[in-house]
């Protein structure tokens, strides 16, 4: 980035402090650091893009509705998996770096004050894990003997099928064959899934929160009108919704205001403070929240209950299919998994990338066993990533 719009950038980082510490936000002093695409990219490919939904995911079908996550438009110009560090791509413009700045300090002070977050940020052994991580990986993308698509190749696979508690990576690093720098790669994505974990307890609200006073913020810089007319936009592509779907971050921004209107400005620093997703949704979605929500989604007033009861089962570690690790097949080495099937499909693409990713991690075939249609199904991926759907025991 070129010296004098670093220089006018920068100038902006005091002034969205100080508007959120005007506001009662308490976020930390914010390291920024901006790099460019090569390096952008290798922080990318190590982090995994933390604060996403997991790959696993249930079948919309089922759904009444579904919430959309466009947290991708974020990580595409910013990264931060610390509360007070961030790391923003230089080539992007002006206003999205700003953008993503507001965003980053509404962040701290969510993750600063939430008791489920706060706690795992406490100790910063957790930073330094990170660095020591991300330089082994810069140095492991940097030998002659592997090349850089190969890690890549390797950790893209390793994030996608994170986020599971049957352990599937940890059963794949005792595998034998596994070479050391991949069993060091997937222990390192093992042991920071772990720490990103409580995030999927407070995805909603910690979007919510920063919708809620993102406006409020940019309404105090005295930023020139192109440029604040820009900032506005890429909150509109966050807030964007499509036909049956909401996005989270419109979702938790809804239920703060209703909040601060029903009970006050203390109140919504006591939640943010207190609740997870699942108790923000259970005592707060109330009927004048989800009356907004019918306009959008179009489904009937009087549902309330059901509706509440579906995006409970959208919180959190609900949302995330439970996959186990039934066996690994002597005669060819093929590690059979299976759903556990609880009424919910699961998204047929998904799974097909999740079987090649798991491949790419095995070595070999992998079979997944779950049901289609109330019918019993084996996906198969062998070894060149060709994909097969056949009836069980047929």
């Known amino acids: 980035m070129e010296k004098d719009k670093m220089d006018y950038f920068m100038k902006w ?6 508007a959120a510490l005007s506001f009662g936000l308490e976020p930390d002093s914010q390291e920024v650091y901006v790099l460019n695409e090569e390096d952008f990219a290798v922080h990318r490919l190590h982090y995994g893009l933390p604060l996403q939904l997991p790959r696993w995911r249930f079948s919309k079908k089922q759904q009444p509705f579904n919430l959309l996550d466009h947290r991708g438009l974020f990580y595409r110009m910013a990264i931060n998996v610390h509360p007070n560090i961030a790391y923003l791509l230089d080539k992007s413009s002006l206003e999205e770096k700003i953008f993503a700045l507001i965003h980053l300090h509404i962040y701290s002070d969510f993750v600063k004050h939430n008791r489920i977050l706060d706690k795992i940020y406490q100790e910063q052994e ?3 894990h990170f660095q020591r991580n991300q330089e082994y990986i810069a140095e492991a993308m940097g030998k002659e003997r592997l090349e850089n698509k190969e890690v890549k190749k390797f950790l893209e696979s390793a994030h996608m099928v994170r986020f599971q508690e049957d352990h599937l990576l940890d059963f794949m690093m005792n595998r034998e064959k596994m070479e050391e720098w991949q069993r060091e790669l997937m222990n390192i994505v093992t042991a920071e899934t772990a720490y990103f974990i409580p995030h999927l307890e407070t995805m909603v609200m ?5 919708g809620f006073w993102y406006e409020k913020i940019l309404d105090r810089l005295e930023l020139p009108k192109e440029i ?3 900032c506005l936009r890429l909150q509109g592509l966050v807030f964007y919704d499509g036909a049956g779907y909401i996005s989270i971050e419109r979702l938790g921004t809804m239920i703060f205001k209703r909040i601060q209107k029903e009970y006050g400005d203390t109140k919504i620093f006591d939640v943010r403070q207190r609740e997870t997703d699942r108790a923000f949704i259970e ?3 109330d009927q004048p929240v989800y009356e907004e929500l ?7 007033k009087d549902d309330l209950e059901k509706h509440k009861k579906h995006l409970l089962n959208l919180m959190g570690k609900e949302r995330i299919p439970v996959i186990q690790i039934k066996e690994v097949r002597p005669q060819d080495d093929t590690l ?13 693409e998904y799974v097909f990338e999740l079987l090649k990713a798991l491949v790419n991690l095995w070595g070999n075939k992998v079979i997944l066993k ?3 249609n109330g019918v019993n199904k084996l996906v198969l991926c062998d070894e060149h990533q060709t994909l097969a759907i056949k009836t069980e025991g047929k």
């Open 283 to 285: 005592k707060y979605l």
């Open 294 to 300: 019918s306009k959008i989604c179009g489904f009937a």
């Open 228 to 230: 604040r007319e820009a």
């Open 126 to 128: 957790g930073l330094e």
């Open 206 to 210: 910690y979007e919510g929160w920063a």
């Open 370 to 372: 779950t049901n289609f």
């Open 13 to 18: 980082k005091e002034p969205i402090a100080s």
């Open 336 to 348: 059979f998994i299976e759903h556990v099937f609880d009424g919910r499909e699961l998204q047929q």
